[in-house]
């Protein structure tokens, strides 16, 4: 009886503990990443280009390319991934080519962010000839977030009540007028909140924009999609391990880690705001 | 029954949910003008007899239907057969009340726009004129723009009612329409549903039978799948010739 009392208080412990651990480690991370990063955050660093061999100036054109980069990436997977699901929960009967269908996906949930890189590198860049630019990493990263559009939306779309579609089909309106006019934006605040969840992912990658899109440094701003741009994560990236001033240009990458965290942390808290609307709104 | 004027009959008709039987050999008239109601216990074929009238079994995997069901003469499980267009010209009023989460103007206008009706004189006008027969206009006149989930169940009910008859239907299909309903409710439905059949062909499926015998002109009692008897209903209610319709109708089982 004893011992079993003894055996509970200790996982408890141990559970109490692992979560205590990783809440203060997380805290810790954000404490470090904001006193190290906060000192060099003024108007310039934000609206000017780095200067004198990125030891000086700001990053700019990194936060620009950075958004260029983002929103390029979800106008390839949003439609792509919106119509996918809706294949998915709409219109695939269940059997071996759904599964199938399904797996693929999660695999390519699964794949390392470089080897997106390689394969944007070789069929984008090289393949099209779009050499290095935003279009081609637009299309990298857009795989990339594919998975994570297609699941979010398929969750989205299977969440409308079924009673919504019988309505509108014993109405006598058409299978794909009923998705299109009910289910579709009904669906819609799932989809955007997944959606935006992996915007966050799109922009704080390094690897699949390494080889296709970020440029090492370019004072000007892209005039076209063909055009490289720096971006925040790879500007990191270069001045960590690439500049010939390492140690000098510490507090910018310390500057600019707290802007791409702060950009990341600002777009999932938009997310979790919108999702919580969408769920008080919706009464079904 | 004799043959007259009927709008929907079916011939032998069997149906399968994959291997299982759940509708034997159903022969019957369905009277134009008239309000048919299908009684009989939970799990006998009521809803899934109800659904094969306008193809909504059509939505569900694995399912088949033997023998014919004419509407107007013509077979509506023929291959060349649109479910679309039956479904226009039979509407459905489902157990429990599914307004979409739209305005209260919208639910109505949602089918004849998306039928190409989009002067907005004419809608104006449809909508008013289905939400009147539905007797739901006076209570909604002023507050068109509201979402329609704001409405109480019954106002909800005789809303779908409304985005029903907006598509101009010959026939409403009814499946337990006030199951889910308050007793007032109720009563405005199956004063509504007397209302309606001068218009509409109505085949209502009940649980309650004093809901059956009060606003039906004629009955079928269905019974593990099988209709056990079918006649007018208040014949059928005073002098069953079946023993299982008497058991049924004086609550012996069900
Ligand atoms: N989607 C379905 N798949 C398989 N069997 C079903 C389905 N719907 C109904 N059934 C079965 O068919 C029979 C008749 O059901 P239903 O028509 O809903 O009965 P009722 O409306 O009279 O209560 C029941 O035995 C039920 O279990
Ligand atoms: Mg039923």
Redesign the pocket.
């Known amino acids: 009886m004893k011992r079993r009392y003894l055996k509970q208080h200790l996982f408890l412990l141990t559970v109490r503990g692992s979560a205590l651990l990783i809440a203060l480690a997380i805290c810790g991370f954000f404490i470090f990443i904001f006193v190290r990063g906060y000192g060099v955050i003024s108007w310039e660093f934000i609206t000017e280009a780095p200067r004198d061999m990125m030891t000086k100036g700001g990053i700019m054109p990194a936060i620009i390319g950075t958004l260029y980069l983002t929103l390029g990436a979800l106008a390839v997977a949003l439609p792509l991934g919106v119509l996918a699901a809706v294949y998915l929960s709409e219109y695939a009967k269940e059997g071996r080519l759904l599964r199938f269908i399904r797996v693929g996906i999660r695999c390519l949930a699964g794949v390392p962010s470089v080897v997106f890189g390689l394969f944007g590198l070789g069929l984008f860049v090289v393949r099209f000839g779009f050499g290095s630019s935003i279009l081609a990493g637009s299309l990298t990263l857009g795989f990339l977030i594919l998975p994570t559009i297609i699941g979010a939306s398929e969750e989205a779309l299977k969440a409308v009540p079924r009673t919504f579609r019988e309505a509108s089909l014993g109405l006598g309106v058409s299978k794909w007028q009923t998705t299109t006019r009910i289910v579709m934006p009904n669906a819609l605040p799932g989809i955007l909140t997944g959606s935006i969840l992996s915007i966050g992912r799109a922009a704080g990658e390094t690897a699949p924009i390494m080889f296709t899109a970020a440029a090492f440094f370019t004072a000007s701003l892209p005039k076209s999609i063909f055009d490289e741009v720096m971006a925040l994560p790879y500007h990191i990236y270069v001045l960590a391990t690439a500049g010939t001033r390492i140690a000098e240009t510490r507090p910018i990458q310390y500057g600019t880690v707290l802007v791409l965290v702060g950009l990341v942390f600002g777009i999932n808290i938009i997310a979790i705001l919108l999702r919580s609307r969408a769920r008080k709104t919706k009464r079904w | 029954m004799k043959e007259s004027n009927h709008i929907i009959t079916t011939e032998n008709v069997n149906f399968y949910?994959?291997d299982?039987k759940?509708l034997q050999d159903i022969t019957m008239g369905f009277e134009k003008n008239r309000v048919t109601a299908l009684i009989?216990?939970?799990?006998?074929?009521?809803?899934?007899?109800l659904?094969l009238l306008n193809r909504m079994n059509d939505l569900?995997d694995g399912t088949r239907v033997e023998g014919k069901v004419l509407f107007e003469g013509a077979d509506i499980y023929d291959p060349r057969v649109d479910p679309v267009d039956i479904r226009r010209r039979i509407g459905m009023v489902f157990q429990k009340p599914n307004p979409f989460p739209k305005s209260i103007f919208k639910n109505v206008a949602y089918g004849p726009r998306v039928n190409g009706v989009c002067r907005k004189r004419d809608l104006d006008a449809l909508v008013e004129k289905s939400l009147l027969q539905a007797s739901l206009w006076n209570e909604v006149k002023d507050i068109l723009d509201r979402s329609a989930m704001t409405l109480s169940g019954g106002q909800q009910q005789r809303l779908c009612i409304a985005r029903a008859l907006a598509m101009k239907p010959d026939v409403l299909l009814m499946?337990e329409p006030t199951s889910a309903l308050d007793p007032v409710s109720t009563a405005k439905i199956e004063e509504l549903i007397e209302e309606l059949k001068k218009d509409y062909t109505i085949i209502i499926?009940t649980h309650n039978m004093q809901q059956a015998a009060r606003v039906s002109d004629c009955t079928g009692f269905?019974y593990l799948?099988r209709v056990i008897e079918y006649n007018r209903t208040d014949l059928l209610f005073t002098t069953p010739e079946k023993k299982q319709t008497e058991d049924y109708i004086t609550g012996r089982f069900g």
């Open positions: 949910y994959g299982f759940a009989g216990p939970s799990g006998c074929g009521k809803s899934t007899l659904r569900i499946d499926v269905f799948g």
